[in-house]
């Protein structure tokens, strides 16, 4: 994992714009692009629009995809769609373990009733403005924002501000 | 994982001071689940945390677009299986009056950089408590 700080705003930006407006023929166009960020972007953004009909397409690129990281979010699309088991199956025993954690990620988010893909799609559609990256600083009031705990319920920082001292720690799955 | 493991390492300190720890993931809530409930790595062989059923001793939050990581400005700053979908370790600690006192990244500058990163937030919490 590599850190980079340049440009982080536009990427936040652009990828909202992506996920939330798109249109999904340019989007199911986007899985044969020849640029691999292209295929993977488009993978990713028609999972978390509930594009059921690009299952199969997506199905056929965790398959054969030479990218792993178009593998990775074509599998994970899977999982939000909830289709095409045997893909996400043969995902698993993928030849990089990348796109394997990612697979055995989909097959839990396939299991059960929950459609975590509902739950991205509303986070996007939020949206974000540009004034409002980056606006946490030390020594001005915290940002209050909303997410849900693991068990699933709303939080919101502001219900918690002015009460305790608070930690807040930004994490990386494995860090 | 390291600073989870050494927060939950000084849980007695944290609760002592009557702070509360977050913990944002800008991932969706499956993941954000298995973050918190697995103890992935630690519970394969003998330590402190072998019978832990939570390692992650703070509540886990899911922030699937990455929106509170944004306002934040740590997101989309990682680079993972070339995708843009991992926050930039950082902490953030903020007072009683809801003022943020203190941030800072991980140094990742050695083999324990975690116990010092973990000493230098709970003595945060400290004067953010007064």
Known sequence: ???????????????????????????????KDRNPFVRSIAARALGIRADKPSAEALAELVKADPEYMVRARAVESLGLLKKKPEAIELAKKDRNSGVQWVARMAAGQIQGDTDYGALVRKAYAAGIKRDNLGVAKVGKPAPDFAALTSDGKPFRLSTVLGKKPIAVYFAAFDG | MHEQAQLRFKKDKVEKLGAEVYVVLAMDLYRTKVFK???????????????????????????????????????RRCLRGLAWVENSPCWFVINRKGTLTYASHPTFSGPTFYVKDIDIILEELRKAAR
């Open chain 1, 1 to 31: 994992m590599k850190n980079f700080n340049k440009g982080w705003k536009e990427r936040t930006l652009v990828e909202f714009e992506i996920v939330n407006s798109a249109n999904l023929g340019a989007l199911r166009a986007g899985l």
């Open chain 2, 37 to 75: 409930e697995q103890n992935l790595v630690l519970s394969t062989f003998k330590n402190p945390f072998t019978k832990e059923k939570n390692l992650v001793f703070g509540t886990a939050l899911s922030d699937p677009a990455g929106y509170a990581s944004a306002l934040y400005g740590v997101s």
